[in-house]
């Protein structure tokens, strides 16, 4: 069994910045992408980033710059840092874990930017 466990989802500011921290226990394999998506009101949810276990990243075009994700694999946690939070970023981010053809979520936690 696999439990991911988030947290640092608040409201702040346009220009805030953030850190998202989610960790995963269970049986965990070595060979592993964790990432975050994030869903908005009315709005399909979609990739923000990820990271495989070997620290390759890729990033939704609407972060680039501003986001940054990490990960301690001794941890199994991954990150993301949010810098520069506009309104648009507002959604629940989620985290994920896809391990071998399973595919595993956190409860999601609320980031909210507003003037």
């Known amino acids: 069994q696999v439990q991911l466990v988030e947290s640092g989802g608040d409201l702040v500011q346009p220009g805030a910045s953030l850190r998202l921290s989610c960790a995963a226990s269970g049986r965990i394999f070595s060979i592993n992408v964790m990432g975050w998506y994030r869903q908005a009101p009315g709005k399909q949810r979609e990739l923000v980033a990820d990271i495989t276990s070997g620290g390759r990243s890729r990033y939704a075009d609407a972060v680039k710059g501003r986001f940054t994700i990490s990960r301690d694999n001794a941890k199994n946690t991954v990150y993301l840092q949010m810098n520069s939070l506009k309104p648009e970023d507002t959604a629940v981010y989620y985290c994920?874990?896809?391990?071998?053809?399973?595919?595993?979520w956190g409860q999601g936690t609320q980031v909210t930017v507003s003037p």
């Open positions: 994920n874990l896809k391990l071998e053809t399973l595919d595993y």
